[in-house]
């Protein structure tokens, strides 16, 4: 037996670089909340969450590269609200964006396989660029979708230091096992993202990404920024800008190393301008930004 197990596929890693030297940093996140459903004018239904990501995808024309659907606004609304993913996802497609679905599946390996292959298999009616991984049962559970991610040119995002306030709570606790031993939960997520990417990527960007919130001191939470710096360095999906409190033009303070691989997502942010404010808003965000990285 010789060849490769699998045709040479460009990987979520390249197409990123690509999409952040090109497109910028800038990631606008569809959350159609009920009251900014209301504020657009728009049913609160999944025609309407339908239309709102629509809307979002045409502002993003010239301007952004990346969008994160937020599938919880759209399973809230059963069979239909998946159908009306669909369509988005294809018009996302359609329009040369990245797709992240922000699903944050999580559970034991053999199930999470099927998460997995609902997101990310070729073909699959729900297939995205990446989606969001929580590794809270064990970070070998996420094995099949980093597989994927890898055989099919894919990106995973594993929640590592998330955003929220309440998350420090687990997330700074102490590893008493293992070869993470003594590093916070969260330091040793970051850290497995980190050695995936360097044993199974090569290039300047792996196809592992960490989530990592904006909002979070990363030295509390135990991350080390300079280990995800190290090529191929590991995609970050930042959220906490905007609404939740951080500024777009602190991302080198915030990020650091790890700055030029980092994802600023934007979702009510800029949804709140409305339907007419929003191609404004998202300009103003990658004018931040374009100053930020002296473009
Ligand atoms: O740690 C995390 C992980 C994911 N999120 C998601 O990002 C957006 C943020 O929305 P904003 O309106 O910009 O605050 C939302 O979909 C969250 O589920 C996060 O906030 N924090």
Not at 206 to 211: A, L, N
Request: aromatic share 6%.
């Amino acid at each position: 037996m010789s060849g490769p197990a699998h045709d040479a596929v460009t990987s979520f890693g390249e197409r990123l670089e690509h999409t952040l030297a090109n497109r910028g940093h800038l990631c606008v996140g569809i959350d159609p909340h009920e009251y900014l459903l209301e504020r657009w004018g728009l049913p609160v239904s999944a025609v309407g969450a339908l239309e709102m990501g629509l809307r979002v995808i045409e502002a993003m024309e010239g301007r952004a590269g990346i969008v994160k659907p937020q599938i919880a606004f759209y399973e809230r609304f059963g069979a239909i609200g998946y159908k009306v993913l669909e369509e988005l996802f294809e018009a996302a497609r359609a329009a040369g964006l990245l797709v992240i679905a922000d699903v944050k599946r999580g559970d034991v390996g053999s199930t999470l396989e099927a998460y997995s292959e609902a997101w990310l298999a070729p073909g699959s009616p729900l297939e995205a660029d990446a989606m969001t991984l929580n590794p809270y049962q064990g970070f070998d559970t996420l094995r099949h979708p980093l597989q994927l991610a890898e055989q099919h040119g894919k990106g995973v995002f594993i929640l590592a230091a998330t955003s929220n306030p309440e998350s420090a709570s687990i997330q700074t606790a102490r590893r008493v096992r293992g070869s993470k031993n003594g590093r916070s939960v969260a330091g040793g997520i970051a850290s497995r993202a980190a050695d995936w990417n360097r044993d199974h990527f090569s290039g300047p960007i792996g196809s592992v990404g960490v989530v990592l919130g904006a909002t979070v001191d990363f030295e509390f939470l135990g991350i080390d920024l300079d280990e995800l710096g190290k090529e191929p360095k590991a995609p970050v999906l930042a959220p906490g800008f905007g609404h939740q409190g951080a500024a777009v033009a602190d991302i080198h303070k915030i990020f650091g190393t790890v700055a030029s691989t980092t994802i600023v997502n934007q979702s009510r942010g800029v949804l709140s301008a409305g339907q007419n404010g929003l191609a404004d808003a998202i300009e103003a965000q990658c004018a931040l930004l374009n100053e930020a990285f002296g473009k």
